[in-house]
């Protein structure tokens, strides 16, 4: 199924500069950004531990900034009681008050209950667009694929290619959408007991530390920035083609098992936050 490698090097030196697909290494396109001592890469690079204990959490941030693409990564949560921790994978572009971000943040919780996954969009500083969903399977025992597609037509957030979160782009309609903002790729591990299970009831039990996330395919496609001025509006980027532009059949079709089955929170539908609906929650999926 995967390319070889000196195919993906063929493939890369032809689009040096604009958008190159291989397989990354943390250190080719991360650096740590919050205590070196509890990130440690494994597997000769390809992987690595988060660790969170009583002295630190953790994070790590993207080299660059990318405007539109894709940002896929294999993660494998914390095992056990995980109560009161909180892993998050998300995209920002770090401008004040007006800044644009996409967010994974994954709650754990008592051993046996299940993990939930929270997303939020934020579109020009303005967020409170949380989502949230508890996973249908065991996120600490297996890896499995969690993604941002970010492109002129939507940001679409999935696990294992089943979308959770949808948000269109409805410029049109005076409602704000991310497009001009290129955004860092970061990712942390931290404690966060005041509000993370069960709104802050469960508190993190520290016997149980050190807590241990691993991270491994690490797969960026997009506009580098610094890169290209011209790659970001590109229509031959593989990210903005008609099969990217919305859900197909059988996405639509795992997106609304999702929300069937599994969703537990939609501000879209809280009634006591947004007496009147969000424009965009009018705007269809
Ligand atoms: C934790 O488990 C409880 C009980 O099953 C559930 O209500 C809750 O949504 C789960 N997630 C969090 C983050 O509290």
Redesign the pocket.
């Known amino acids: 199924m995967e390319l070889s490698f000196s195919l993906l090097l063929i493939l890369c030196i032809s689009f040096v500069g604009q958008v190159c697909a291989r397989p990354a290494t943390f250190l080719q396109d991360f650096r740590v950004t919050w205590s070196d001592s509890h990130i440690r890469q494994i597997q000769g690079g390809s992987a690595i531990q988060l660790v969170l204990d009583q002295s630190s959490g953790c994070g790590f941030a993207s080299k660059n900034q990318y405007l539109f693409g894709r940002v896929s990564m294999k993660i494998k949560l914390i095992p056990g009681d995980s109560a009161g921790t909180v892993t998050a994978f998300y995209m920002n572009s770090d401008i004040d008050n007006v800044w644009d971000e996409l967010d994974f943040e994954f709650?754990g919780?008592?051993s046996g209950?299940?993990y939930?996954v929270q997303t939020n969009l934020y579109a020009h500083g303005k967020g409170d667009r949380e989502q949230r969903v508890?996973l249908w399977f065991d996120p600490s025992a297996a890896f499995h694929t969690y993604s941002i597609l970010w492109n002129h037509h939507h940001v679409v957030f999935s696990i294992d290619d089943v979308p959770i979160q949808v948000y269109q782009n409805n410029e049109v309609r005076g409602i704000p959408y991310p497009k001009s903002q290129p955004m860092g790729v970061y990712s942390t591990l931290w404690e966060a007991d005041d509000w993370?299970?069960?709104g802050g009831l469960?508190k993190i039990d520290w016997s149980k530390a050190p807590f241990y996330a691993y991270y491994t395919a690490f797969d960026i496609e997009g506009c580098s920035v610094p890169g290209p001025a011209a790659c970001a509006s590109n229509p031959s980027n593989w990210w903005e083609a008609p099969a990217y532009q919305e859900l197909d059949a059988l996405q639509a079709r795992r997106y609304k098992w999702v929300r069937m089955n599994h969703l537990?929170y939609d501000y879209c539908s809280d009634k006591s936050r947004y007496p009147v609906p969000p424009p965009e929650c009018y705007a269809g999926i």
């Open positions: 709650l919780n008592r209950q299940p939930t508890n993370a299970t069960r469960e537990i």
